[in-house]
């Protein structure tokens, strides 16, 4: 399957600032995904980024909280502003593995806003 | 909107004991995907086993099978011969093969192995 690098692999944050976390694939993908799992809950879809287009976003997100690129088909950032304490969560980027057999997962981003 | 529910928040069992979590989803689709994720104190993101909706015969992974009911809505991860690297949490999670293809997640049930 695909091998996904996913960068930092946690990071301490003031608020108000802000976290841009990158994905990079070995492989050339369509979509990559962007996930949320706030502490001790399931992952939350954030949006799905494909590459030479706008993001497409979940309900509750917000591109001007959460803008995403996606510059080419191997790499992809997710940004999140203006940083709350309601923000400290784990993201996570996946792509389609190969053949479908199912979604591979970055290794995650541990975020603390203080 | 499709929904995954699991039950079980959290079990515990003996090493080399068979464990079996359950999950229940919601939709009207037709044809769509099951999944079993597992998320060990890595957070990394693994996947366990997936189901094909229009297949009648269940997935097997070595020591992981599903129990597949259609018509109940009903996908359970059953562990064989538990281990204590199995210790995790698991995640059942739903995809319907028309439109956006992304996962719907269940809750997660936290399984602990015990020596």
């Known amino acids: 399957s695909a091998v996904i690098s996913q960068k930092p692999s946690r990071d301490i944050c003031q608020r108000g600032t802000s976290l841009t976390i990158q994905c990079q694939v070995d492989?050339?993908?369509?979509?990559m995904f962007w996930y949320r799992q706030q502490p001790g809950q399931s992952l939350t879809l954030i949006a799905t980024a494909n590459q030479g287009s706008e993001a497409t976003y979940e309900s509750g997100f917000v591109i001007d909280k959460f803008p995403i690129s996606r510059p080419n088909l191997t790499f992809s950032t997710l940004t999140v502003s203006n940083l709350s304490p309601e923000d400290s969560s784990i993201y996570l980027c996946?792509?389609?593995?190969?053949?479908?057999?199912?979604?591979?997962f970055g290794s995650g981003t541990r975020l603390t806003v203080v | 909107a499709q929904t995954v529910t699991q039950s079980q928040p959290e079990m515990s069992v003996q090493e080399a004991e068979t464990v079996t979590l359950s999950c229940t989803y919601d939709?009207?689709?037709?044809?769509?995907?099951l999944f079993w994720y597992k998320q060990p104190p890595s957070r990394q993101m693994i996947l366990v086993i997936r189901?094909?909706?229009?297949?009648?015969q269940n997935a097997t992974e070595n020591r992981f099978s599903v129990n597949f009911q259609k018509a109940a809505k009903s996908f359970s991860l059953k562990i064989s011969d538990s281990q204590l690297g199995d210790t995790a949490m698991y995640f059942c999670a739903f995809m319907k093969l028309q439109g956006a293809q992304k996962l719907v997640f269940g809750q997660g049930t936290r399984l602990t192995i015990n020596p």
């Open positions: 189901q094909e909706a229009y297949k009648q």
């Open positions: 939709t009207s689709e037709n044809n769509y995907y």
């Open positions: 492989s050339q993908v369509t979509m």
């Open positions: 996946s792509i389609e593995g190969r053949n479908f057999y199912g979604y591979t």
